[in-house]
Antibody, heavy 118, light 110 residues
Framework: EVQLVESGGGVVRPGGSLRLSCAASGFTFDDYGMSWVRQAPGKGLEWVSGINWNGGSTGYADSVKGRFTISRDNAKNSLYLQMNSLRAEDTALYHC???????????WGQGTLVTVSS | QSVLTQPPSASGTPGQRVTISCSGSSSNIGSNTVNWYQQLPGTAPKLLIYSNNQRPSGVPDRFSGSKSGTSASLAISGLQSEDEADYYCAAWDDSLNGGVFGGGTKLTVL
């Protein structure tokens, strides 16, 4: 089955860190760029970060630049998001998604919830 | 404040045709293709339209997309109750060097 499954979310205090993972299956993972997209409770979608097929090119939203790091391990069919210096405004459901040539996000995971609270 | 501007809500009755607009700028819609996503309540977003007007396999032809200049629109014809969802436009932004979404439009089928 073609799918993406996120994990690693949880409750963390402001200033803390979390590492999210996204496991891909059912397709050739290293054929695709990947993105993280988040959705705060009751809010819209926000692109967080993206990475190309071999990890050689990455990008970040201004809101997370310098705090978050995206990476991938094609041997393990996995995508990661290291989140440091977390803030209350980072509270959201984090989805990973596969990116096509026109940045179309064709496959989405169900998301993992990150809550930043003291 | 989202980079792409969508109306917060839209509505229609079953069988009607509704359109949802998406306004951007020269650095996003004006330079790159537009994608549309449908998010049903409690589920992950689903790609509905890509490359301005292409439908992925399995998306009914009731859904169509178009783009002109720095604006785009999503049209839904023959509206059905199961179309009640949030709809988002998205595009790459060359100035931000990142992806941008519209704020989303909540479609209500009356």
């Amino acid at each position: 089955e073609v799918q993406l499954v996120e994990s690693g979310g949880g409750v963390v205090r402001p200033g803390g860190s979390l590492r999210l993972s996204c496991a891909a299956s059912g397709f050739t993972f290293d054929d695709y760029g990947m993105s993280w997209v988040r959705q705060a409770p009751g809010k819209g979608l926000e692109w967080v970060s993206g990475i190309n097929w071999n990890g050689g090119s990455t990008g970040y939203a201004d809101s997370v630049k310098g705090r978050f790091t995206i990476s991938r391990d094609n041997a393990k069919n996995s995508l990661y998001l290291q989140m440091n210096s977390l803030r209350a405004e980072d509270t959201a459901l984090y989805h990973c998604a596969s990116s096509g040539a026109e940045w179309e996000l064709a496959l989405w995971g169900q998301g993992t919830l990150v809550t930043v609270s003291s | 404040q989202s980079v792409l501007t969508q109306p917060p809500s839209a509505s229609g009755t079953p069988g009607q045709r509704v359109t949802i607009s998406c306004s951007g700028s020269s650095s996003n819609i004006g330079s790159n293709t537009v994608n549309w996503y449908q998010q049903l309540p409690g589920t992950a977003p689903k790609l509905l339209i890509y490359s301005n007007n292409q439908r992925p396999s399995g998306v009914p032809d009731r859904f169509s997309g178009s783009k002109s200049g720095t604006s785009a629109s999503l049209a839904i014809s023959g509206l059905q109750s199961e179309d009640e969802a949030d709809y988002y436009c998205a595009a790459w932004d060359d100035s931000l060097n990142g992806g941008v979404f519209g704020g989303g439009t909540k479609l209500t089928v009356l």
